[in-house]
């Protein structure tokens, strides 16, 4: 099932023009009588004729007052009857705050479960009883990670484009880490409280900007690790521990995020070795990630453009002038309109789906008539979804 998601925010300037009520002194007899006489119509209505003409009302002030990117959101009407049954799951059991009130997030969480919802609640109410342990809630404005320069020196990674359907790169660079140096300038702690910052950044900033930039529903990332060069000297006991935590938390946390995987520059050892780590994984997780020797550059621009792609991948991106592609930061979430827009959502209003929540609304393609389909068919399976920002 496929639907249009309509992003909306308001203009400032149709705020600071919109013109302020006549009371009833300012107005003429023919006003007054107007008035009266649209009043009385307006008594006669019934209550379904009532709410009719409230959602026509609405749309057309929305229409004056918001402008809007329509966004393409692919869904499953299986999945939405199973997201609906398990948020009024989490609902029930007070598992349900505001700020997680999201079709999607809720989604992935199921699809981690494999759609069993008690194992799926059970995942649900570990995850936030960790973000309340962890602070992660407000890890974005609370933690400061004044060490990232020297930490990417000797940990090289970050986030560079985007894949030819609008996702974001992220990209490590795993045989270059000094996992001794890496502890001189940073502490384990204070490294996995910034690999949760980046997380939630991600969440909360880069997959709706991209979202906007490409006019499609990104909750997910492709990434690419770099293993030219990786050995024991990389793989210390401390190191392991790190990796082992650090996946733990994503997978605990932030199921369903990674689209796919590819392991770059991977030589006969670590093929073996991924030969014995794949038969402990989820045949669905295995079939995302993609081990590739030293001739993965085709592969890659298969699915990224050259131009977002590092040189040092095989790419013709330098980053020139931004201390290389690795530090630059370069995406969607960069562009200062997109920036703007998600940036105001998160700080303000959130995106928010119907009138108050960010579980969306589902309202029928169909165009709305005198007859009132709008309210008639909302859930439709053919629908499209309006997701405000509100400003």
């Given at each position: 099932?496929?639907?249009?998601?309509?992003?909306?925010?308001?203009?400032?300037?149709?705020?600071?023009?919109?013109?302020?009520?006549?009371?009833?002194?300012?107005?003429?007899?023919?006003?007054?009588?107007?008035?009266?006489?649209?009043?009385?119509?307006?008594?006669?209505?019934?209550?379904?004729?009532?709410?009719?003409?409230?959602?026509?009302?609405?749309?057309?002030?929305?229409?004056?007052?918001?402008?809007?990117?329509?966004?393409?959101?692919?869904?499953?009407?299986?999945?939405?009857?199973?997201?609906?049954?398990?948020?009024?799951?989490?609902?029930?059991?007070?598992?349900?705050?505001?700020?997680?009130?999201?079709?999607?997030?809720?989604?992935?969480?199921?699809?981690?479960?494999?759609?069993?919802?008690e194992k799926a609640k059970h995942m649900w109410a570990e995850m936030l009883q960790w973000r309340k342990d962890f602070g992660t809630d407000t890890i974005m404005e609370d933690f400061e990670f004044k060490e990232l320069n020297e930490v990417l020196q000797f940990y090289p990674q970050g986030y560079h484009g985007v894949d030819k359907e609008g996702r974001p790169i992220y990209i490590e660079r795993l045989g270059k880490v000094d996992p001794y140096q890496l502890m001189q300038v940073t502490t384990l702690d204070r490294y996995v409280k910034y690999h949760v910052q980046e997380f939630e950044k991600s969440l909360a900033i880069k997959f709706p900007a991209c979202s906007i930039a490409a006019k499609r529903h990104i909750d997910s990332s492709t990434s690419i690790l770099d293993v030219q060069g990786l050995g024991l000297k990389n793989l210390t006991k401390p190191a392991r521990e790190v990796i082992m935590l650090l996946q733990k938390i994503d997978n605990d946390n932030y199921p369903e995020t990674l689209c796919r995987m590819f392991i770059i520059n991977a030589g006969p050892g670590f093929r073996m070795i991924w030969n014995t780590v794949r038969t402990f994984l989820d045949p669905k997780t295995a079939s995302n990630i993609h081990v590739l020797g030293s001739n993965y550059q085709s592969r890659l621009l298969e699915i990224i453009e050259a131009s977002e792609l590092p040189e040092f991948l095989g790419g013709s991106c330098a980053c020139a002038g931004q201390g290389g592609c690795l530090r630059s930061e370069k995406g969607p979430w960069k562009d200062p309109d997109i920036l703007k827009i998600v940036t105001k959502s998160y700080g303000e209003g959130r995106i928010t789906g119907g009138e108050n929540c960010r579980y969306p609304m589902i309202k029928s393609n169909a165009s709305s008539s005198e007859s009132g389909s709008e309210a008639d068919e909302i859930t439709s399976p053919k629908a499209t979804q309006h997701i405000q920002i509100q400003g």
């Open positions: 099932m496929s639907g249009t998601v309509e992003l909306c925010f308001e203009g400032s300037s149709d705020f600071e023009e919109r013109k302020e009520q006549k009371t009833d002194f300012d107005l003429s007899e023919d006003e007054k009588r107007t008035r009266f006489g649209t009043l009385k119509k307006k008594a006669s209505l019934s209550a379904s004729n009532k709410f009719k003409h409230s959602l026509k009302k609405k749309s057309r002030r929305r229409s004056e007052n918001e402008s809007y990117v329509p966004i393409e959101d692919v869904r499953d009407a299986k999945e939405l009857k199973a997201v609906d049954a398990f948020r009024q799951e989490l609902i029930s059991n007070d598992l349900l705050p505001v700020r997680h009130d999201d079709y999607h997030m809720m989604l992935r969480f199921l699809i981690a479960r494999k759609f069993d919802i």
